[in-house]
Every structure is written in structure tokens, then in C-alpha cells.
């Protein structure tokens, strides 16, 4: 301390500023501490759901009795069981079928709708766009109904006749959503118009412009739309369930609702079940999450 104080004094008998040592100290902000543990608390409430599914899967049917929270010893024998007696290769595929049927149908309309709106002039446009939007306020329930008896050929004539229990009634219905244009039209119209006049000066139309310059820039704006119909055409229950009376195009989720009523106590078989069919979904979006972040934030759609 004397060693100190001597080599201040001499500082400033020299004239020389000397800055006193200071201590830092991390100071937190109470709200930050509320934030994160409402965000802690968000994801201990999603993720206990999953935790459990799993476990249970991999349990005996005296452990689920039992309402255990880990299995003594890991049950994988439960998958292959629950895949064989629910038949789930079939449904499986079928699923597959559907899921890749209805997103290549969606990419496609959504891809020409989002353009036509975003980058061509055209007569009403912003009125049958805004109309278009509206109709994303209208519950699936109330177009279930008439949907249906369209697909039963009751209302128009339809190629076939009626398309229940068919690949058409559980794809075609949804080959088209204003979500999706809704989404890539916010993309597109960010796109520089200087772009376009310099695809003009080549010779260009709109079609080529769209396929070789705005598509290969869009990449995060279509995986986010694939990623959204992917889920909603993997996950979809109500409307196979009701337009289908066999199990030639049922698809996984119809399957396991099945299983499940079914199968009566055995939840170890359950949630294999439920495991199985969740996973391609979880597979797909750890595969995307990058490019399913940056096309929310740069559609417009961030908070």
C-alpha cells in the first residue's frame, strides 16, 4: 500500500493522470432475469411432453403402470412391435405418397400465385389478393362440409367419379393455400426490379426470370413453405379420417388413432407409435432450421 500511494504522489507531482484502478461488476437487469425465466419455463413446458413420449416408448407395460419417469432398462423391441401389429409400413407409405404428392402440388401454385402478385401488373390485382387473404380467417371446419361433398362428386362432376379413398381427395384439396402465396409474395416483391430490367436486356420473359434468377435467391423463403406443408399434409387427421372408409390410403396419423384405440392399455406401444410418427417431422426440420429461420425473418412475417 505505501509502495502504491508513493508511485501516485509521484505521478501527479509530474503531472501525470494516473487512473485509479476500478472493479467491474456484471450487473443484471431484473427484467432479463424475468425474461429468461419465462423462456426456461416455455421450454421446460414443450419439451417434458417429448421427454415423456419417449421414455415411455421405451418402457415395460408394468413401468407405464407404474407411471415411472425412466425405464430400467431400454425396450427397443417396442418399435418393431408396434410397427408390425399396426401396420405401420403400410400407412407409412402411404403417408409418403400423400406428404410428396400435396407439397410438390403446393410448391408449384404457390411459387406462380406469390410471383404473379409480387412482380406482374395486372387488372384487380390487389383485390383478388385481398380477398385471397381473406380467406385465411375462415376455420377449416366450415369448408370441411362443402369440400367433402365436392370430393364426393355430389356437387361437380369430377375425372373418375367420386375421389374418396383416393390419392386426388386427400392431395388435390390442398394444392393450393394463401398462407403459402401469402409468404412468397412478401419475398418476392423484395427482390430488386433492376433484376428484372436486366433479365429484359437478355431477353428474358417471366417464366425464365422466375426459374433462373428469383428461385435460386428464394431458397430460404421456398423451404419454409415446404417445411409448413410438409407438417400440415404429414400431420393431417381429420380429413383422411373422413374421406377415407378403408385402409388402401390411409395415412400414419389415421394408422395410429387406429393403434390407439386398438391397442386399449398398451401405452408403452403407444408412444412408440407416436415416436415413429413424429420423427420424419423432427427430422426435416433440424435439416432446415437455418434456412427456416432466415426465410421467417426476411418475409416479413418477423416480430
Do not use: C
Amino acid at each position: 500500500m505505501a509502495d502504491t500511494g508513493r508511485v501516485l504522489g509521484e505521478a501527479r507531482g509530474q503531472g501525470h493522470l494516473v487512473a485509479a484502478p476500478q472493479s467491474h461488476h456484471i450487473r443484471v437487469r431484473p427484467m432479463r432475469l424475468v425474461l429468461y425465466a419465462i423462456l426456461i419455463l416455455g421450454a421446460v413446458i414443450a419439451i417434458v411432453p417429448f421427454f415423456w413420449m419417449a421414455s415411455t416408448s421405451l418402457m415395460t407395460l408394468g413401468e407405464t403402470i407404474n407411471r415411472q419417469w425412466l425405464p430400467r432398462q431400454p425396450q427397443f423391441s417396442n418399435y418393431i412391435e408396434a410397427w408390425t401389429e399396426a401396420k405401420f409400413a403400410k400407412y407409412f407409405v402411404n403417408s409418403v405418397i400423400i406428404t410428396l404428392t400435396t407439397v410438390s402440388g403446393l410448391l408449384v401454385t404457390s411459387t406462380l400465385a406469390g410471383y404473379a402478385f409480387a412482380r406482374i401488373h395486372f387488372w384487380g390485382r390487389e383485390t383478388i389478393f385481398a380477398i385471397l387473404l381473406s380467406t385465411m380467417m375462415i376455420p377449416d371446419s366450415v369448408t370441411m362440409i362443402p369440400n367433402f361433398l365436392i370430393i364426393r362428386g355430389s356437387i361437380i362432376p369430377l375425372p373418375g367419379g367420386s375421389w374418396l379413398n383416393s390419392l386426388p381427395g386427400l392431395t388435390v384439396p390442398f394444392m393450393a393455400n394463401a398462407f403459402s402465396i401469402f409468404l412468397l409474395r412478401q419475398f418476392f416483391a423484395q427482390i430488386p426490379w433492376e433484376l428484372w430490367d436486366a433479365a429484359r436486356i437478355d431477353g428474358a420473359n417471366h417464366l425464365r426470370f422466375l426459374v433462373q434468377i428469383v428461385l435460386p435467391i428464394s431458397k430460404a423463403a421456398v423451404l419454409t413453405v415446404l417445411i409448413f406443408a410438409f407438417i400440415g399434409s404429414w400431420n393431417a387427421f381429420l380429413w383422411p379420417l373422413l374421406i377415407t372408409t378403408r385402409d388402401t390410403w390411409r395415412p400414419l396419423m389415421v394408422g395410429l388413432w387406429s393403434f390407439v384405440t386398438e391397442a386399449g392399455p398398451e401405452t408403452h406401444l403407444q408412444m412408440a407409435g407416436a415416436v415413429i410418427t413424429i420423427t420424419p417431422v423432427l427430422i426435416l426440420y433440424f435439416l432446415t432450421q437455418r434456412e427456416f429461420t432466415e426465410g421467417i425473418a426476411t418475409s416479413g412475417l418477423k416480430g
